[in-house]
């Protein structure tokens, strides 16, 4: 059992009201930029289609992503110190409903702006993938001591972008996403209790 390291936060605690008015102010401004790029870019969407083994697959990349996310959380100290700093600093203050708010808010959002227009905006090539992911990470950057978490966020970001290339729909990564975050978090805040 890994010993659990606190880092104590830059930023003051939260409430849960701040938490989940951040949530939506970051996914409103995400949504107004790749709204914002889409008009001036005259870039298209990725395609976004319903499709039942797309669904599966985004299932199953967000149960591989979650369980990837356990495994360097146990081996990987910078990691777990980063994200036992998300995970008071996000996460304790949200009550079970709210989580699905975590899921939806930020799975739609970011996927949106950073497989949806992004990814085609860059050209659909590996290039588009890791600068996505970078930027992607780089979003995760929370305080001078996330670095590792920025690491993980860029990797995940990188498994995304690539499904949403080889699947060809947006469906995918979104539910991978908004999956993980369900699912992780409700595995940290079930162990709480």
């Given at each position: 059992?890994?010993?659990?390291?606190?880092?104590?936060?830059?930023?003051?605690?939260?409430?849960r009201i701040?938490?989940?008015?951040?949530?939506?102010?970051?996914?409103?401004?995400?949504?107004?930029?790749?709204?914002?790029?889409?008009?001036?870019?005259?870039?298209?969407?990725?395609?976004w289609?319903?499709?039942?083994?797309?669904?599966?697959?985004?299932l199953?990349?967000?149960?591989?992503?979650?369980?990837?996310?356990?495994?360097?959380?146990?081996?990987?100290?910078?990691?777990?110190?980063?994200?036992?700093y998300?995970?008071?600093?996000?996460?304790?203050?949200?009550?079970?409903?709210?989580?699905?708010?975590?899921?939806?808010?930020?799975?739609?959002?970011?996927?949106?702006?950073?497989?949806?227009?992004?990814?085609?905006g860059?050209?659909m090539?590996?290039?588009?993938?890791?600068?996505?992911?970078?930027?992607?990470?780089?979003?995760?950057?929370?305080?001078?001591?996330?670095?590792?978490?920025?690491?993980w966020?860029?990797?995940?970001?990188?498994?995304?972008?690539?499904?949403?290339?080889l699947?060809?729909?947006?469906?995918?990564?979104?539910v991978?996403?908004?999956?993980?975050?369900?699912?992780?978090?409700?595995?940290?805040?079930?162990?709480?209790?």
């Open positions: 059992m890994p010993v659990i390291e606190k880092q104590e936060p830059e930023i003051p605690y939260l409430s701040q938490v989940l008015v951040a949530m939506g102010v970051t996914a409103i401004l995400l949504w107004a930029v790749a709204k914002l790029w889409l008009h001036i870019g005259g870039i298209p969407l990725m395609s289609r319903w499709s039942p083994q797309d669904f599966s697959l985004g199953g990349l967000g149960l591989c992503i979650t369980g990837f996310s356990s495994l360097i959380y146990q081996y990987w100290s910078s990691y777990r110190r980063s994200a036992n998300y995970l008071e600093v996000i996460l304790k203050p949200l009550v079970l409903p709210d989580l699905i708010w975590l899921g939806l808010l930020p799975g739609l959002s970011e996927e949106l702006l950073f497989r949806g227009i992004m990814l085609p860059l050209g090539s590996h290039l588009a993938v890791i600068l996505s992911s970078l930027c992607f990470g780089i979003l995760h950057l929370s305080n001078s001591q996330q670095w590792s978490y920025v690491i966020a860029t990797i995940i970001g990188l498994l995304l972008g690539y499904s949403a290339i699947s060809g729909n947006l469906l995918v990564p979104t991978a996403h908004i999956f993980t975050n369900l699912l992780s978090s409700y595995l940290w805040k079930f162990k709480q209790l």
